[in-house]
């Protein structure tokens, strides 16, 4: 009953939202008519008049017309041009695509609807007022898109580039300086933090972030944004310590010394526990002191061992890169190993250490953003899926992102059959084995989705006992991707794809004749053998439908009425409408999709289904299921598979019942809205960091951007001698309690002057400063002299951006810290996000004070000559080693060391655009001063 209450309530929010759907679509129709009634003009001009176009949209533009006035010429545009260069013409609902696109909004368009062909509309009129990106999950499709689509462009005056992992700094430069750029999600973040970690501005390569076009908008920020980005230095060596960790975990006993949640994906010690690694380790207490280190090491080796399992998370390969063995993370979504990454915070190294390979030592945070932060620095951001309404919400919410459902160009027909469900796995197994049996010798081309490349592995064991041909395509096939994919819609493939690797290419039905096609059905014993294919289709089509009557129904004539309504009720049973002589598989009922295990976000499975059914091609999905899956191990309790039993499960035989679909929608809706809160507390912690980062970045700017800070640079020297003779000479200090000694002792060293006592004695405070300052200004001027006023100019720079850059590293390493034990605040009764947002604060206002006192020092103190002055900046340079994109969910800072209360998080919604503030509000950061006093003061 609550069930059939909950799908009445969501047919009638599904109602409105359509509605509200339909009538966003309906307001661009008059626009999509605006450019049908251009088209046959556009078609009279010459090639030289559309390029002479680009050159009018940017003088209209220059003379106060905005984007939306433009856009249908504009459209209209990129229309013909298609026409001309790609032999594609946009139909109107890519028009409307397009146009939703340009609105900054997300674009659900099912598989095969022509995506990538949409955000040319929307790129090439961004293009014409600013720098324009198209954002892909891998190079492969930024090559494929770049070189197919960016004709295109080029046709039509723009230029073109692509930002790729292995290219110079003459390369990349170059592709950001054209009006489309198309590279991936991680190499454009990599370029933002790069920049600012850069020592001259003209090695900066990412000038603007005007526009973007997010592809697979879904998988980049939504699968992706518990991942942070992080480019990482040399840090502290610790090899010897994950070995020895290694050891003594592994002689510790599940359910005695430790617990493994499957559900929280963690792994907690017990007292029991906690006394034996003492004794193992032999080094007392714990958490005494010299120890405190080790529980670290402890949580990431059972963690190691438990948790992440060889083939699964992780595989041991040689690096693509390197030739080494070497631990592979394997991406949870797409099915690829990701060389060059690693899990962060020693996970790494503690799996290195349990599978018995060098040991790569930890490094230290250079530079970090999340995909939230980053893409909200765009000043319009868009994006296009097959599978976005599932997560509506979360974009509203968090990027602040309207989802528009765009509808197909021809209806969609794919039987979507209702979930199977078995007893056990082997059970399941078995009848996915029939289910491709069956459809692969009818000849119908099966693409099976499995969770992990284990499952694609046994499951490819099986058809190999089988007899069946077939592709796996995963981490270990990514180098044959693209030739699997193609050939995946041929006349008989069975494919097999782990979490959807290959995404972002189409299946398209291959072509055959049908001599090829008889000649399968007589090797499947499905087509007699003396059948001449040379025969009329319409007596082959009797022939073979008699012959299959007979030979799957066991009829006695194969011709008789009774006996092709049982072959038709046999077709329908696995998803065949008709399988009929043809010359392509939408014949034989279409690429037929093969789930073997729920995935545990909807949206992923809908990833799978929308590869079959493109373009109003027939196509069928049916997944299968047993109570042996994670998914219903760990929301499936036994009550539930009781009750599965009576409603007629039994052992080898499948239950079907659309309530069963139903629970399992709903035990994905539970760990979705479980993802969400790990993203959006991911988001709430990183936005202290992007409040602090947003500063010393623009701050780095201003510094690179050759500003004159003489003037700053006076200023803040009047503020620290200021601050220093109120410490020494306050006029609350008695003559008798003065200390002239130190006084002029810490002026040598901080400010390099000599002061006599008698130059002090009995002096004001501010008689003191004017001695101090007279001294100081006397110093910068000799500088000036010996190595020039622009000397002391670059000097000055070069020790700003030396110690700042030193000083943030040290800060983000103090804020990993912080952020690994705020957790703890929470047994004192403290709100750790609160806590972790006061305590950084008060570490970001040390680290500004202290950047100050530093270059002050640093600046009054150096004595070189001009020759050591151009030796001395060609030598700023940081030394990064690694740039990193880890499991942030399984690295765990959200879901193991239960940062804050997921059931109490408050949505912070990301704005494409930064909120104004005013100089007297109060600061965002919460510490109760005016904006213009703390986070809007800045350094200079």
């Not at 936005?687 to 700017?701: A, F, L, T």
């Amino acid at each position: 009953m609550a069930i059939d209450f909950i799908s009445t309530i969501d047919k009638i929010l599904k109602f409105f939202i359509g509605d509200r759907n339909a009538r966003e679509l309906d307001k661009l129709q008059d626009t999509v008519d605006k450019i049908n009634s251009l088209e046959s003009t556009i078609q009279k001009m010459s090639d030289d008049d559309m390029k002479e176009q680009t050159i009018k949209f940017r003088e209209r533009l220059d003379k106060g017309e905005s984007l939306d006035d433009i856009l249908p010429e504009a459209f209209a545009l990129v229309r013909e041009a298609g026409i001309r260069v790609l032999q594609m013409r946009h139909y109107d609902v890519q028009l409307i695509g397009g146009m939703v696109l340009h609105q900054g909004k997300i674009a659900e368009m099912k598989t095969g609807e022509g995506k990538t062909i949409v955000a040319t509309l929307a790129i090439y009129l961004n293009a014409l007022k600013g720098s324009a990106h198209l954002i892909t999950v891998n190079e492969y499709l930024a090559e494929r898109d770049a070189g197919k689509e960016g004709q295109i462009y080029e046709f039509l005056g723009l230029t073109v580039g692509i930002i790729k992992n292995a290219m110079s700094q003459e390369e990349r430069d170059t592709a950001y300086q054209s009006d489309v750029t198309y590279g991936t999600n991680s190499e454009f973040g990599f370029d933002y933090l790069r920049d600012n970690m850069k020592t001259r501005k003209e090695h900066q390569v990412q000038h603007s972030l005007d526009f973007c076009v997010i592809d697979e908008v879904d998988s980049i920020l939504i699968d992706e944004a518990r991942t942070p980005l992080i480019i990482s230095g040399p840090a502290e060596q610790h090899a010897d310590t994950y070995k020895m960790i290694d050891t003594k975990v592994r002689q510790l006993k599940e359910g005695i010394h430790f617990n493994v949640s499957e559900k929280d994906h963690s792994v907690v010690m017990t007292e029991e526990g906690i006394e034996k690694i003492e004794t193992l380790i032999g080094m007392g207490d714990l958490y005494s002191g010299k120890n405190m280190h080790l529980p670290h090491f402890i949580d990431n080796a059972l963690r190691a061992h438990h948790l992440f399992k060889r083939d699964d998370e992780y595989m041991i390969a040689p690096d693509l890169e390197t030739g080494e063995v070497s631990v592979l993370i394997v991406d949870e979504n797409t099915g690829r190993t990701m060389p060059g990454r690693r899990w962060s915070d020693g996970l790494h190294q503690a799996i290195e250490a349990k599978e018995g390979i060098d040991i790569k030592e930890e490094n230290q945070t250079l530079a970090t953003i999340t995909y939230q932060n980053f893409f909200k620095l765009y000043g319009k951001m868009s994006g296009m899926t097959g599978t976005a309404l599932t997560e509506a919400k979360e974009f509203k919410q968090i990027y602040d992102l309207e989802v528009l459902e765009i509808p197909t160009n021809k209806p969609l027909i794919r039987m979507d059959m209702d979930d199977l469900i078995y007893g056990t796995t082997k059970e399941k197994y078995n009848a996915i084995l029939e289910e491709i049996r069956f459809n692969h010798n009818l000849g119908r081309p099966i693409l099976i989705g499995t969770i992990a490349i284990e499952n694609s592995e046994l499951l490819s064991n099986q058809l190999l006992k089988a007899g069946i041909q077939h592709d796996v395509l995963n981490a270990k096939q990514h180098a044959r991707e693209a030739d699997i994919i193609a050939n995946a819609g041929a006349l008989g493939a069975v494919t097999i794809a782990t979490n959807m690797a290959g995404r972002g290419t189409d299946i398209v039905m291959k072509p055959f004749t049908v001599n090829e096609l008889i000649a399968f059905w007589k090797e499947k014993d499905l087509a007699p053998k003396d059948l001449d294919p040379s025969l009329p289709k319409e007596k082959l089509d009797a022939t073979i439908k008699k012959f299959w009557a007979e030979k799957l129904c066991d009829a006695k004539d194969g011709s008789s009425d009774q006996a092709q309504k049982d072959l038709l009720q046999l077709m329908n049973y696995h998803g065949v409408r008709e399988a009929r002589i043809c010359e392509t598989a939408t014949g034989l009922g279409g690429l037929l999709i093969v789930g073997t295990e729920r995935h545990d976000s909807r949206r992923i499975d809908n990833q799978l289904r929308g590869r079959s059914g493109r373009q109003g091609d027939p196509g069928g999905s049916q997944f299968y299921l047993s109570l042996e899956d994670s998914l219903m191990k760990i929301f499936a309790p036994e009550m539930v598979t009781n009750i599965l039993r009576r409603m007629g499960l039994t052992d080898g035989e499948a239950l079907d019942h659309p309530m069963v679909s139903r629970s399992i929608e709903k035990a994905q809706k539970k760990v979705e809205d479980r993802n969400f809160s790990i993203r959006k507390n991911l988001l709430e912690y990183d936005g202290v960091m992007s409040d602090q980062r947003q500063i010393i970045y623009r701050e780095r700017q201003q510094i690179l951007d050759d500003i004159d800070l003489k003037d700053a640079f006076q200023e803040k020297i009047q503020d620290t001698i200021d601050v220093f003779t109120s410490i020494h000479m306050s006029e609350n200090i008695s003559e008798e309690d003065r200390n002239y000694d130190e006084f002029i002792e810490q002026s040598k060293v901080k400010f390099n002057v000599e002061i006599s006592k008698e130059e002090i004695l009995k002096k004001s405070k501010q008689e003191a400063f004017g001695v101090l300052k007279q001294k100081i200004d006397q110093l910068y001027s000799e500088k000036e002299k010996k190595i020039t006023e622009e000397g002391v100019r670059e000097l000055e720079r070069f020790l700003l951006l030396q110690v700042v850059d030193q000083k943030w590293k040290d800060h983000l390493h103090a804020m990993d810290y912080l952020k690994e034990g705020i957790h703890l605040r929470g047994q004192a009764q403290k709100d750790p996000k609160v806590e972790y947002k006061r305590e950084g604060y008060e570490l970001f206002t040390q680290m500004t004070g202290a950047i100050i006192d530093d270059v002050v020092s640093l600046v009054l103190h150096v004595e070189i000559s001009q020759e050591e002055e151009e030796e001395l900046l060609s030598q700023n340079e940081w030394e990064a080693t690694a740039e990193l994109h880890p499991d942030f969910d399984a690295n765990g800072p959200a879901s193991q060391k239960e940062l804050i209360n997921l059931e109490e998080i408050e949505i912070v919604p990301i704005k494409n655009e930064e909120p104004k503030i005013g100089r007297n509000d109060p600061c965002h950061c919460g510490s109760g001063k005016k904006y213009k006093k703390c986070h809007g003061k800045g350094l200079f």
